[in-house]
Every structure is written in C-alpha cells, then in structure tokens.
C-alpha cells in the first residue's frame, strides 16, 4: 500500500495570505496525484488531478505542483470560503487507492 | 449536472451487512467508474470500493472479501454491501464518480450517508 502523509495537520492562514499544503508518497506515484477540498456537511469536492491540472471550475488562485513522492497544494490568496479539510489522494496503484490524512486549513 | 444522493439504513447491527444505495441523476453511469469512500468519525477518508460498469468490483485489500458492489441501469444506481460488519465500519460514507482517461480522479461525490454499526 502506498501511504500518503500530508503536512501541516493544521494550517492557521489569515484571509488574503498564502497556504501551502505538503503531501508524501512512501513510494514514487507520478504524476497521479489528485487534491480534494471537503468542508462539513458536504460532498468533497476536486481541486487538483493529474498533480498540477485544475479541475473543472476551479479558481486560478488554486495551484498544484510536484511529482514522484512529493507534492504541494497552493492557494495564493486564502478566502473565506477557503477554509476547510484538504486532502490529497494517489491513483498510481488502482488495487489500493489512498488518501493523505488531511489538512485542516483553519482561521487565524 | 450530475449529483449523486447516498441512501441507506442509518444503523446496522454487528455481524449483519450494510447495504447502501448512490442514486446518479442528470447523467447516465455506463462509462464511468464508481466507487465508495468512507469516513470514520473524526478520521480521514478511506477507499473502500470501485466499479465499472461493465466490470467487478475491486476493494480495499483491509475489507478482504466483504465488499460487493453493483450498478442498476435501469434505475441510475450503484450499490455497495458489506458484509459482517462491526464498530469499526462506522462511518460517513460517499459515492463518487471516475471519469477514466479524463481525470482519473474523483469528480464528482455526493454529500454522504451516515452507518452507525451497533446493537
């Protein structure tokens, strides 16, 4: 199996300030790595496929970087309607597909 | 624009399956793959299942042999069971879609159904 090790656990951001989020493969995955938004109460949502290609309304302020075993998730300039759980999942192995543990993105 | 809607029992007894049903509307499901993804309380999120429509089931290898899903067509539904639950099935769980050959990822999921497993 491969484990995916996301960090910071916590992320403390003021609005307007950048995030930068880290995720670890344990073994080379690529290019495939995907990156999820997931907020309470609601459906996650796809941020990031492909390590660096936005998904389909995406805004521009999310960007996607890395390949092999690590990756990183920026969002230049936080929102409010950012704050939330991030996390990332690889698909290099289709017999055990995995997610990082998440990062929560918090209010400073 | 395609959602997916969770539904199933809410609580189910240890030993017992859990059956769980993804109703898909505003798209077809032929051509995708289909999964499952859950939740424990306070944990993060664990692929449990997929499915292609035309295909069996794969599942993770820590759920051996208890996962079997399905896909009704004529209905737009997938389904999932598993089987001899216990407390640690606990958990939110999500279907989500796979566009493969698009974005390999998944694209689409819906807001989950909560399975508590107790007596």
């Known amino acids: 199996e491969i484990v995916m090790t996301q960090s910071p656990a916590?992320?403390?951001v003021s609005p307007g300030e950048r995030a930068t989020l880290s995720c670890r493969a344990s073994q080379s995955i690529s290019s495939n790595l995907a990156w999820y938004?997931?907020?309470p109460g609601q459906a996650p949502r796809l941020l990031i496929y492909g390590a660096s290609t936005r998904a389909t309304g995406i805004p521009a302020r999310?960007?996607?970087?890395g390949s092999g075993t690590e990756f990183t998730l920026t969002i230049s300039s936080l929102q409010s309607e950012d704050f939330a759980v991030y996390y990332c999942q690889q698909y290099n192995n289709w017999l055990a597909l995995t997610?990082?543990?998440g990062t929560?993105?918090?209010?400073k | 624009q395609v959602q997916l809607q969770e539904s199933g029992p809410g609580l189910v007894k240890p030993s017992e399956t859990l059956s769980l049903t993804c109703?898909?509307?505003g798209g077809s499901i032929t051509r995708y793959y289909w999964s499952w993804i859950r939740q424990p309380p306070g944990k993060g999120l664990?692929?449990?299942a997929y499915l292609y429509y035309s295909g069996s089931t794969k599942s993770n290898p820590s759920l051996k042999s208890r996962v079997t899903m399905s896909l009704d067509t004529?209905?737009?539904?997938?389904?999932l069971s598993l089987s001899s639950v216990t407390a640690a099935d606990t958990a939110l769980y999500f279907c989500a879609r796979v566009p493969l050959g698009v974005t390999d990822a998944f694209d689409i999921w819906g807001q989950g159904t909560m399975v508590t497993v107790s007596s």
């Not at chain 1, 999310?62 to 970087?65: Q, V």
């Not at chain 1, 929560?104 to 209010?107: D, G, L």
């Not at chain 2, 004529?74 to 389904?79: D, E, G, I, W």
């Open chain 1, 10 to 12: 916590t992320l403390s």
């Open chain 1, 37 to 39: 938004q997931h907020k």
């Open chain 1, 62 to 65: 999310f960007s996607g970087s």
């Open chain 1, 99 to 101: 997610f990082g543990g």
């Open chain 1, 104 to 107: 929560k993105v918090e209010f």
């Open chain 2, 23 to 25: 109703t898909v509307s």
């Open chain 2, 46 to 48: 664990e692929w449990v």
């Open chain 2, 74 to 79: 004529s209905k737009n539904q997938v389904s």
